[in-house]
């Protein structure tokens, strides 16, 4: 297992509630987190949701299978129409381990936009709910990874395949050691926890409103049968192997090559929901408060007890991610998310290598915006109603964050830290 991969895997699949101690945790919140089913797990949700009001242990409990049931329906929905995981950086949204279909159904372009908007407007009920927990509330909850899952398949069913320690494993291409002599994936999920995890919502849903806030259609209809290639996509007899790819032959690396650049070539995407691209600047920007909150909250805690993220106080090494949390780490990191908010102000502008002394306003170009060609605005033209003069974000402030991170690298640490 790669600790990219792995931090990765993590910073996807750890969306774990935080709670009040085991003794005073719903007999819901224990339900729901070792449910064998579907059915069993919506029906605790839904007793949890009735008492959230009232009971900021309920909240917490049902804010996060809010979130782990956004991942569902996007599982489910990729599942449905026979999805392909590309495991491509340039998909971050298609990243989760769907199990083979062999019958699935035929995709529309329609039909995946309402797929990502189900999963968008779960996630943003998570949001909501963890948000009303009390910032100072005693939250503790001991959860074991192997024993919580999603439904990937749409058995209605949480198999021991489809815990979240077994989906990072694949995530991983690796495998999860369950011996007595492997790390324990328990972990005492607490209330910056919860912080966490509301901040991972915001950045999921940043990542849908960009998407649905254009019309990809040319993309879907020219190159997605790379990933749904036998749902009756426009190209799919014309470019898909008999097979449909799976003979596991040199061929079929080499059509799915083609059409990746052909994903690219094709995300030329006109607006059409300005507002979303809009959105997606404040679930940032909220992501960035919720880091902020997140870490005040950690290193306040005075226990050291099974911890997801822990402060330089808290000694010890995180079992999935091997790393340790130092104080120039955290300092450094929020260094990072100062960057980031002034970039997305339009404090401080984005350089780029074709451009001399001016740069990109992001504020701009989320509130402000046009056409979205990603070989453009890597060319330069894209991104050129953009440009402006002011201060230009320096390459050496940027370096100086990084080293702080050492040999683990920035965004190692970024994914675990959200």
Do not use: C
Request: aromatic share 10%; charged share 20%; hydrophobic share 45%.
């Amino acid at each position: 297992m790669t600790m990219r991969r792995a931090i990765l895997a993590a910073a996807l699949f750890a969306f774990l509630p935080a709670s009040f101690a085991w003794a005073e945790t719903p007999d819901a919140a224990k339900s729901m987190f070792e449910a064998k089913s579907v059915a069993d797990r919506n029906a605790a949700l839904s007793m949890l949701e009735a008492t959230a009001a009232r009971d900021p242990a309920a909240a917490y409990a049902a804010g996060a299978g809010e979130f782990f049931t956004a991942l569902e329906l996007l599982a489910t929905g990729l599942h449905r129409h026979g999805f392909e995981s590309p495991k491509s950086f340039m998909l971050p949204l298609m990243q989760l381990p769907v199990p083979d279909n062999p019958n699935p159904q035929p995709l529309t372009y329609e039909e995946f936009r309402a797929i990502l908007v189900a999963f968008r407007d779960r996630l943003e009920k998570s949001a909501a709910t963890l948000g009303s927990v009390p910032a100072d509330a005693d939250i503790g909850m001991v959860v074991d990874l192997t024993r919580v899952g999603i439904d990937l398949n749409e058995d209605g069913k949480l198999a021991p395949d489809e815990s979240i320690a077994a989906i990072m494993a694949s995530l991983a291409r690796g495998s999860i050691d369950t011996s007595d002599a492997a790390p324990s994936l328990t972990f005492r999920f607490d209330r910056a926890d919860g912080f966490w995890l509301q901040g991972y919502a915001e950045f999921l849903m940043a990542q849908a409103d960009f998407w649905l806030a254009h019309d990809f259609k040319g993309m879907f209809d020219g190159s997605f049968h790379m990933l749904f290639p036998r749902a009756k996509l426009p190209l799919q007899d014309a470019l898909v192997p008999p097979d449909g790819g799976m003979s596991g032959n040199i061929f079929a690396s080499e059509w799915r090559f083609a059409d990746f650049v052909s994903l690219v070539h094709l995300v030329n995407w006109p607006v059409v929901e300005p507002e979303r691209r809009q959105a997606a600047r404040r679930h940032l920007l909220e992501m960035i408060r919720l880091s902020r909150q997140d870490w005040k909250a950690i290193l306040a805690e005075t226990d050291n007890d099974r911890e997801w993220l822990p402060g330089p106080q808290q000694k010890g090494v995180n079992p999935l991610t091997g790393l340790e949390v130092g104080e120039q780490q955290v300092t450094a990191w929020l260094a990072a998310l100062t960057m980031a908010e002034d970039l997305l102000e339009g404090r401080v502008l984005l350089p780029h290598f074709r451009v001399t002394g001016r740069g990109i306003n992001m504020k701009r170009f989320f509130d402000e915006p046009k056409p979205f060609d990603l070989v453009l605005s890597i060319t330069g033209p894209g991104i050129a109603p953009y440009l402006e003069s002011g201060r230009i974000l320096a390459g050496d402030d940027f370096d100086q964050i990084q080293r702080e991170f050492g040999g683990a690298g920035f965004l190692t640490f970024a994914l675990w830290f959200n």
